[in-house]
Nanobody, 122 residues
């Protein structure tokens, strides 16, 4: 069955860095657009990044562009989110997603990970 196992979440000081990972299995990973989303309690889920198939070109939300880098290692069926220059507003539960696509102006996905908490202190 489909599994997306995330790791790397932690509590860090503003300006610090974290690297999240997501190990995927149970589906055609190499043919799937992958992505990262985040959510704060009481707020709507926010799209963070999408990683294309093939060469792994990525798209980013304006809020993280220039600070975050999303990549994929198809040999390991794993995606990553390198987060630099972290800000308190980056604090959220971060979710790995598979089968990511855009529909009616919104990013959606077929599968989701369990989430990993990132907390950034000022």
């Amino acid at each position: 069955q489909v599994q997306l196992v995330e790791s790397g979440g932690d509590s860090v000081q503003a300006g610090g860095s974290l690297r999240l990972s997501c190990a995927a299995s149970g589906f055609s990973y190499s043919n799937s657009w992958m992505g990262w989303f985040r959510q704060v309690p009481g707020k709507e889920r926010e799209w963070v990044a999408t990683i294309h198939t093939g060469g792994g070109a990525a798209l980013y939300a304006d809020s993280v562009k220039g600070r975050f880098t999303a990549t994929r290692d198809n040999a390991k069926s794993t995606i990553y989110l390198q987060m630099n220059s972290l800000k308190p507003e980056d604090t959220a539960m971060y979710y790995c997603a598979a089968g990511v696509r855009q529909r009616a102006g919104m990013w959606i996905a077929d599968y989701w990970g369990q989430g990993t908490q990132v907390t950034v202190s000022s």
